[in-house]
């Protein structure tokens, strides 16, 4: 048998590290060789808006929403992770590791009451998250709008 | 039964603590019933310590209950607790018991005022502190009852500070004090730096270690310490001017308490004074003094609590005498008669004042026994008692102080006997311009028209004044020459070794007591043919005698004026060009060095993160620079 | 292959024996904090700040129960290691989770009124700060580095996220992010040294590592001083000493108040007992390296701190770099490296907890809604308005600034004691020089707030200061001069002192308006009325932009909750009483270093 040296140890990890280099290096040096050469005309860099040409920038808005339940995905996708190396050693450890899991679990369930609870799943018209925000109403910004002309413009809208 | 010692301090202090939080709502009268519950129950508390202490064998009466670690810095340890020995224990007896009198009182005394729960805030916290003081086992925690008594005076004496005369008379009394109180902390610090300890019991096993100069030195500063709280020569005229506060807080704590702590304190200390004659003999001779020169004063004042107060300071200065001829038993002994019938005489003189609106000028009084009975009879049981006519109290307790006297030194003795004289003369002179002769009470004099007919006071005031009455007639059985002499028994253990023994026979202990009588006798006989009718002779009352032998403008002269002189020189020209000047300079230089330094603060993360690389990259330096040296 | 092998070869994973009651305070303030996100999530909205806070203030007293338990159970058995020796239960850490504990109760009933008045209705405040105690726990507990880095990691990233709670104040974003990146980066040179260590060494744990450098010479032992380099930059970030302090006023200036008095009390507690344990006990042996990096660190965070304070204008900064100086004086007790510096250090760290919760507590009231109104110029007259208050302010700044009969002069004078005598008098005497300087502007808030709105100018060097701030106009100026650091603007517009409004007209419309809409509100008798989020909501609008009015609320009272009273009271009280009576505090400090196992 083989007595493990400090850099047989190493040797897997630098190998991922090269193997993560070149596989970076080489997506570069595909796409530089296999994509086409030619630079692309003014009308295929244009925005596609059902075929009529669009006379201003296009609006690229998104609801914000959209990034928060996307974060939380992420978020919980990585507790995920975390439960394939316990599925590796469940054997070893036993009910020990079965009773850490299971807090785990009820740790993320918790943290997922919360979001249910605080509205951040809830799609469609936002209500609860907007209780924080001054109400207003059209009168209310009718009025400010006058107030903002009548001032010297100082005040950035908020 | 020794366990409710802890008790005694603790219901005036929950006392004080209720009224200050509740008393405004409580009101009139039940804040005055709380406080005087509250002392009432350090009273039986007391009553409970000292029956569980007279169970104990006569060499065993002493017992320390500690609360909690004070101060523990290096060899200063100072705990909160309690010494109950028989010494501590008397003190608290009639300090709870007349406080508790005097309470009941006031209750009546204090009703019209608009501050009539702050009185009673004021009143337990004097009892708190009071019985602090006495109770202490150690210098530190009886100069912080030392002090709380001190500032509980200047609050009550200032008491209307409406007042310009009551306000400063508030100040002279904290001033002098004050001096006393250097005496105090110089002579704590003296011992403690010798002996390294604050306990009394560690400070009294290892007198050894004071050499006689340094002994005297302490001794001499404990009695400075007790010229200003017991109003001595040379800081006795605080206590005439204390007179400034409502009487009930003249009658406790300017008579029968407070002033006495600086006897005590000498009592107690009693170990070191044992060791310095010199010092003894320094502090009988000034108590004689003051016992002499505060009489003659008292013979010529023109206000009854001024004559009250004088007889005070002279009384006192008898206990003085006591104390530093050895006899500390006897001191006591006088100390208590006299918490009685002077805390009497106050309260009865109160009572007149009560009854004539206000009234103190002794000239605008007169023939009052009919008027005010009560007040009357007691009065004059207090009168006959201080005047040293047997058998009452001040008969015994006198005598048993002259006699002493008598032993140690003659000429004492001579000044102590024409005092007496005095004592029996100015009190009968108050006596009889108050109650007897002409009612001239009912004249107008000069802008002060007539009184109305004075009123007899109401029974919670009546009460404290007939116990007072009883105490001060019977008071003397507490230390009767022929009997077990039960006072001496229980006192002893705690002097033993320094009590000074007179050895006199029991003939010549009768003769000394038969002259005390008879000078007594004579006092009130020349009183009587003097004063009995006429209320004013300029003769007997000199001008020398009336302004307190010109005490004040000694003091105003020799450093008053001066130190104002001082005083303006250091604020025109030291505080505000040489102080300030520095002071400015330094300010304006840290705040110009501020301001740049401030510059460094940017906003930007960049700049906060490049801080934490560049001190991180000194401190490598500075390790790669010693892997270098080294 | 031979990776592989190693792998297979152990197979069967051993397990260390887990002693759960030596980190049982710990689990109930992680469990409770859990446990109550649940339960808040499941109850109503507007009953859940009210459910937090009785949650909180049962889960932190029954940590602190259980940490009092502990004291008395190492009191008669003595202290001990468990779950393999990764964790370490002595006299020293039940100090600190008692100190953090007591922080968390007392935050607790501040950060109360605080979310009402905000109108933020959730569990967010309570359930973070808990986890960040723990965080903070566990800095006290830890006998190995990687328990120290949990600890650390714990407590700082729940402290990120509490900097940013209020999501309505710009400034705290700002502050959040700031702390975020450092604190980031600050934890990456902490593990980076810890890895060195390792390295060195061949362990993490504490004790190996004092035995370790107590049996062996190393000839060269430059990767060990850089580990150890890296570590001391780690923990000085997190106790905010100089220069790795910039964070400090920023952020403290941008959380919400009572974040800023826990982050002030908790990570210090958490910062300085890990330092303390991880130099004084596993690097002793190296004292001559370390002690002049501290001693010099000392210096500069002294003056830097007390300097740099005097000429602020907003009362959070001020404590900001009062905090600084604190920081400074208890590293004086570090530098002494000895049983007398590390005793003076954890009371130290005790009786500051009480004396900033509480200062904090009062800036927290006094910044009313919005929490916004931290000018110096605000405090003026407060004690006329409510004198109870300013004299539990005054008596928690004097404390700070070291008045005797405070809990604050025993802790500074027995840290100068402790640096005297491990003989770094000049440390000592340049300590109580900062003392003196730092009292001036503790004493400055006290007089303002003595001072009668109307009676100007009663101190000449202070005046100019004022007139400047009056007449620095619009938010564009304070880049130089406005609050004090020329921070940023984002920053300093936090503070509703810019004038938005030049013409004053709109902004009255603005706020008839909004009234009109309040009573519109009230009017039918709904439920909504009850929740304080909407109307606060609005009144907050009218804050922000009426800076015209700011001034005339400036003069009338705020109000002052039940809870948050009684926390300033406790900490006045804590603070006077053990001034009074020190020995109890004194005794206990002492007794926690004396159970100390290195």
């Known amino acids: 048998m083989i007595k493990p040296t400090l850099v047989d140890q190493y040797l897997a990890i630098f190998l991922l590290l090269v193997v993560g280099v070149l596989f970076a290096a080489g997506s570069f040096v595909a796409s530089a060789t296999l994509g086409p050469k030619k630079k692309p005309s003014g009308a295929k860099v244009a925005p596609y808006e059902c075929g009529i040409v669009p006379d201003k920038e296009p609006p690229s808005r998104f609801p914000v929403r959209f990034y928060l339940v996307a974060m939380i995905f992420i978020i919980f996708d990585i507790e995920i992770v975390f439960l394939y190396p316990f599925a590796v050693i469940f054997r070893q450890l036993g009910s020990f590791g079965l009773v850490e899991v299971l807090i785990f679990s009820v740790v993320v369930f918790v943290s997922l009451l919360y979001l249910v609870s605080t509205g951040a799943l809830s799609w469609g018209p936002a209500k609860r998250l907007q209780s924080g925000m001054p109400s207003r109403t059209s009168e209310s910004t009718i009025t400010r709008i006058t107030a903002e002309a009548d001032g010297p413009s100082t005040h950035q809208a908020a | 039964?020794?366990?409710?010692?802890?008790?005694?301090?603790?219901?005036?202090?929950?006392?004080?603590?209720?009224?200050?939080?509740?008393?405004?709502?409580?009101?009139?009268?039940?804040?005055?019933?709380?406080?005087?519950?509250?002392?009432?129950?350090?009273?039986?508390?007391?009553?409970?310590?000292?029956?569980?202490?007279?169970?104990?064998?006569?060499?065993?009466?002493?017992?320390?209950?500690?609360?909690?670690?004070?101060?523990?810095?290096?060899?200063?340890?100072?705990?909160?607790?309690?010494?109950?020995?028989?010494?501590?224990?008397?003190?608290?007896?009639?300090?709870?018991?007349?406080?508790?009198?005097?309470?009941?009182?006031?209750?009546?005394?204090?009703?019209?005022?608009?501050?009539?729960?702050?009185?009673?805030?004021?009143?337990?916290?004097?009892?708190?502190?009071?019985?602090?003081?006495?109770?202490?086992?150690?210098?530190?925690?009886?100069?912080?009852?030392?002090?709380?008594v001190g500032v509980c005076s200047y609050w009550l004496v200032a008491f209307w500070f409406e007042r310009d005369s009551a306000a400063s008379a508030g100040k002279k009394a904290f001033m002098y004090n004050r001096i006393g109180d250097v005496g105090f902390l110089l002579a704590m610090f003296l011992i403690f730096s010798k002996v390294g300890s604050l306990n009394y019991l560690t400070i009294f096993s290892h007198t050894h270690l004071l050499g006689s100069a340094t002994a005297t030195a302490a001794v001499l500063l404990l009695f400075l310490a007790a010229t200003g709280k017991s109003a001595q020569i040379p800081l006795f005229n605080w206590l005439p001017d204390a007179m400034e506060g409502p009487?009930?807080?003249?009658?406790?704590?300017?008579?029968?308490?407070?002033?006495?702590?600086?006897?005590?304190?000498?009592?107690?200390?009693?170990?070191?004074?044992?060791?310095?004659?010199?010092?003894?003999?320094?502090?009988?001779?000034?108590?004689?003094?003051?016992?002499?020169?505060?009489?003659?004063?008292?013979?010529?004042?023109?206000?009854?609590?001024?004559?009250?107060?004088?007889?005070?300071?002279?009384?006192?200065?008898?206990?003085?005498?006591?104390?530093?001829?050895?006899?500390?038993?006897?001191?006591?002994?006088?100390?208590?008669?006299?918490?009685?019938?002077?805390?009497?005489?106050?309260?009865?003189?109160?009572?007149?004042?009560?009854?004539?609106?206000?009234?103190?000028?002794?000239?605008?009084?007169?023939?009052?026994?009919?008027?005010?009975?009560?007040?009357?009879?007691?009065?004059?049981?207090?009168?006959?008692?201080?005047?040293?006519?047997?058998?009452?109290?001040?008969?015994?307790?006198?005598?048993?102080?002259?006699?002493?006297?008598?032993?140690?030194?003659?000429?004492?003795?001579?000044?102590?006997?024409?005092?007496?004289?005095?004592?029996?003369?100015?009190?009968?002179?108050?006596?009889?311009?108050?109650?007897?002769?002409?009612?001239?009470?009912?004249?107008?004099?000069?802008?002060?028209?007539?009184?109305?007919?004075?009123?007899?006071?109401?029974?919670?005031?009546?009460?404290?004044?007939?116990?007072?009455?009883?105490?001060?007639?019977?008071?003397?059985?507490?230390?009767?020459?022929?009997?077990?002499?039960?006072?001496?028994?229980?006192?002893?253990?705690?002097?033993?070794?320094?009590?000074?023994?007179?050895?006199?026979?029991?003939?010549?202990?009768?003769?000394?007591?038969?002259?005390?009588?008879?000078?007594?006798?004579?006092?009130?006989?020349?009183?009587?043919?003097?004063?009995?009718?006429?209320?004013?002779?300029?003769?007997?009352?000199?001008?020398?005698?009336?302004?307190?032998?010109?005490?004040?403008?000694?003091?105003?002269?020799?450093?008053?004026?001066?130190?104002?002189?001082?005083?303006?020189?250091?604020?025109?020209?030291?505080?505000?060009?040489?102080?300030?000047?520095?002071?400015?300079?330094?300010?304006?230089?840290?705040?110009?060095?501020?301001?740049?330094?401030?510059?460094?603060q940017t906003g930007y993360v960049r700049n906060y993160a490049l801080g934490i690389v560049l001190g991180l990259a000194a401190i490598l330096v500075f390790m790669v620079s010693r892997t270098w040296w080294s | 292959m031979s990776a592989l092998a190693v792998v297979t070869a152990h197979s069967t994973i051993v397990l260390p024996h887990i002693r759960y009651l030596a980190i049982l305070p710990e689990i109930v303030m992680l469990g409770g904090a859990v446990l109550l996100l649940g339960i808040a999530s499941l109850v109503r909205r507007p009953l859940r700040v009210t459910v937090s806070t009785v949650g909180t203030i049962v889960i932190a007293g029954t940590s602190l129960g259980l940490a009092l338990w502990q004291w008395a159970d190492i009191s008669s058995h003595g202290p001990y290691t468990a779950i393999d020796h990764a964790v370490v239960v002595d006299g020293f850490s039940v100090l600190i989770t008692i100190t953090v504990a007591c922080a968390m109760i007392l935050s607790a009933l501040v950060g109360d009124g605080y979310l009402r008045r905000e109108g933020v209705d959730g569990c967010e405040f309570h359930v973070l700060a808990m986890v960040s105690a723990t965080g903070a726990m566990f800095m006290g507990e830890a006998n190995d580095l990687i328990i120290v880095f949990l600890g650390l990691e714990i407590m700082s990233i729940a402290l990120y996220v509490l900097a940013a709670m209020n999501h309505r104040r710009a400034a705290s974003g700002e502050a959040a992010l700031k702390y975020f990146v450092l604190g980031g980066f600050s934890s990456a040179v902490f593990i980076y040294g810890v890895a060195l260590t390792y390295g060195a060494t061949g362990t993490t744990n504490l004790t190996q590592i004092a035995d370790f450098l107590s049996h062996n010479v190393i000839a060269s032992n430059g990767v060990l001083l850089a580990g150890l380099s890296l570590l001391l930059v780690g923990f000085l970030f997190k106790v905010a000493a100089v220069p790795f302090h910039m964070w400090t006023p920023d952020v403290y200036q941008g959380a919400p108040s009572p974040v800023t008095g826990f982050m002030a009390a908790v990570a210090k507690a958490g910062g300085f007992a890990a330092l303390l344990r991880v130099f004084v006990s596993s690097f002793g042996t190296l004292q001559s390296d370390w002690r002049p990096i501290l001693y010099a660190v000392a210096v500069i965070t002294l003056l830097f701190g007390a300097g740099v304070a005097l000429v602020q204008r907003d009362v959070k900064r001020v404590l900001a770099y009062s905090s600084i100086n604190h920081a400074g004086f208890v590293l004086l007790g570090v530098e002494a490296a000895t049983a007398q510096g590390v005793s003076a250090s954890l009371y130290y760290l005790f009786t500051y907890t009480f004396m900033t919760i509480g200062a904090f507590a009062v800036v927290t009231l006094l910044g009313r809604r919005g929490d916004g109104h931290h000018d110096i110029a605000s405090y003026r007259g407060l004690a006329g308005r409510q004198p109870l208050l300013a004299l539990a302010f005054a008596v928690l700044l004097l404390a700070q600034a070291g008045a005797p009969f405070t809990t604050g002069f025993l802790a500074k004078f027995q840290v100068v004691d402790a640096s005297v005598n491990a003989g770094s008098v000049?440390?000592?005497?340049?300590?109580?020089?900062?003392?003196?300087?730092?009292?001036?502007?503790?004493?400055?808030?006290?007089?303002?707030?003595?001072?009668?709105?109307?009676?100007?100018?009663?101190?000449?060097?202070?005046?100019?200061?004022?007139?400047?701030?009056?007449?620095?106009?619009?938010?564009?100026?304070?880049?130089?001069?406005?609050?004090?650091?020329?921070?940023?603007?984002?920053?300093?517009?936090?503070?509703?002192?810019?004038?938005?409004?030049?013409?004053?007209?709109?902004?009255?419309?603005?706020?008839?308006?909004?009234?009109?809409?309040?009573?519109?509100?009230?009017?039918?008798?709904?439920?909504?009325?009850?929740?304080?989020?909407?109307?606060?909501?609005?009144?907050?609008?009218?804050?922000?932009?009426?800076?015209?009015?700011?001034?005339?609320?400036?003069?009338?009272?705020?109000?002052?909750?039940?809870?948050?009273?009684?926390?300033?009271?406790?900490?006045?009280?804590?603070?006077?009483?053990?001034?009074?009576?020190?020995?109890?505090?004194?005794?206990?400090?002492?007794?926690?270093?004396?159970?100390?196992?290195?």
Not at chain 2, 103 to 129: P, Q
Not at chain 2, 407 to 416: D, E, I, M, N, Q
Not at chain 3, 487 to 501: D, I, M, T, Y
């Open chain 3, 426 to 598: 000049p440390l000592a005497v340049i300590a109580m020089v900062s003392a003196a300087i730092a009292a001036f502007f503790y004493l400055r808030i006290g007089l303002i707030m003595y001072t009668p709105v109307a009676g100007k100018g009663f101190l000449p060097g202070i005046e100019p200061l004022d007139d400047d701030e009056a007449n620095a106009g619009p938010s564009g100026e304070s880049e130089t001069d406005g609050t004090g650091d020329a921070a940023p603007a984002e920053l300093s517009a936090g503070n509703g002192q810019r004038p938005v409004w030049s013409g004053t007209e709109g902004a009255v419309v603005v706020r008839t308006q909004l009234n009109a809409e309040l009573l519109l509100d009230t009017a039918p008798g709904e439920v909504q009325v009850l929740d304080p989020s909407e109307d606060i909501v609005e009144a907050d609008a009218v804050d922000d932009e009426t800076a015209a009015e700011s001034a005339a609320e400036d003069t009338a009272k705020v109000p002052v909750p039940a809870l948050a009273a009684l926390a300033i009271g406790l900490c006045v009280a804590v603070t006077v009483v053990f001034g009074v009576i020190p020995a109890p505090l004194i005794d206990f400090a002492h007794k926690a270093t004396l159970l100390f196992i290195p």
């Open chain 2, 1 to 148: 039964m020794l366990h409710v010692a802890f008790l005694i301090p603790l219901f005036p202090l929950v006392g004080f603590v209720v009224l200050l939080t509740f008393g405004r709502r409580l009101g009139n009268p039940l804040a005055g019933w709380i406080g005087t519950i509250a002392v009432a129950g350090a009273f039986v508390a007391t009553i409970i310590t000292f029956a569980g202490l007279l169970g104990r064998p006569s060499n065993a009466r002493e017992f320390t209950q500690s609360y909690f670690s004070w101060i523990p810095v290096g060899g200063l340890q100072v705990k909160w607790a309690v010494l109950v020995d028989p010494l501590s224990i008397f003190m608290c007896l009639f300090v709870t018991g007349v406080s508790m009198l005097i309470h009941l009182y006031s209750i009546g005394y204090m009703h019209e005022d608009r501050d009539y729960s702050k009185f009673f805030i004021y009143l337990n916290a004097f009892v708190f502190s009071m019985v602090l003081l006495v109770l202490a086992n150690n210098l530190l925690v009886t100069f912080v009852g030392w002090e709380g």
């Open chain 2, 247 to 600: 009487t009930p807080v003249s009658a406790l704590i300017h008579a029968a308490t407070m002033v006495t702590a600086g006897v005590y304190l000498l009592c107690r200390m009693n170990p070191i004074l044992g060791l310095s004659s010199d010092g003894r003999w320094v502090i009988a001779i000034i108590g004689c003094a003051t016992a002499f020169v505060a009489a003659t004063i008292a013979s010529s004042q023109h206000d009854i609590k001024k004559v009250l107060a004088f007889s005070t300071v002279s009384q006192i200065g008898y206990m003085v005498l006591a104390v530093g001829c050895g006899a500390y038993i006897a001191a006591l002994f006088l100390m208590v008669c006299h918490a009685f019938y002077k805390g009497l005489l106050f309260l009865a003189a109160g009572s007149v004042i009560h009854g004539l609106e206000d009234e103190q000028e002794l000239a605008r009084m007169g023939a009052l026994r009919k008027w005010l009975p009560w007040t009357f009879a007691t009065f004059l049981v207090g009168w006959l008692a201080i005047a040293g006519i047997p058998p009452l109290a001040g008969f015994w307790s006198k005598g048993d102080v002259l006699a002493n006297v008598y032993a140690k030194s003659f000429p004492l003795y001579v000044a102590g006997v024409i005092t007496a004289f005095l004592t029996a003369y100015y009190m009968s002179r108050l006596f009889y311009l108050t109650f007897t002769g002409k009612a001239r009470w009912q004249e107008a004099a000069g802008d002060q028209p007539a009184h109305h007919t004075p009123h007899e006071s109401p029974w919670v005031m009546r009460i404290p004044l007939l116990v007072l009455a009883f105490c001060a007639f019977f008071g003397g059985v507490l230390d009767l020459p022929w009997t077990n002499r039960g006072l001496n028994n229980f006192l002893g253990p705690v002097f033993a070794g320094t009590l000074y023994h007179d050895n006199l026979s029991m003939t010549s202990q009768w003769v000394l007591l038969a002259i005390d009588g008879v000078i007594a006798v004579a006092g009130l006989a020349v009183a009587w043919v003097l004063w009995r009718v006429t209320a004013s002779r300029p003769a007997l009352t000199p001008a020398f005698l009336e302004r307190v032998w010109y005490w004040d403008d000694f003091y105003d002269a020799l450093i008053g004026r001066p130190g104002q002189a001082v005083a303006r020189f250091s604020a025109t020209v030291i505080d505000a060009k040489v102080i300030d000047g520095a002071v400015n300079g330094v300010a304006s230089l840290v705040k110009s060095s501020s301001t740049g330094a401030r510059r460094l």
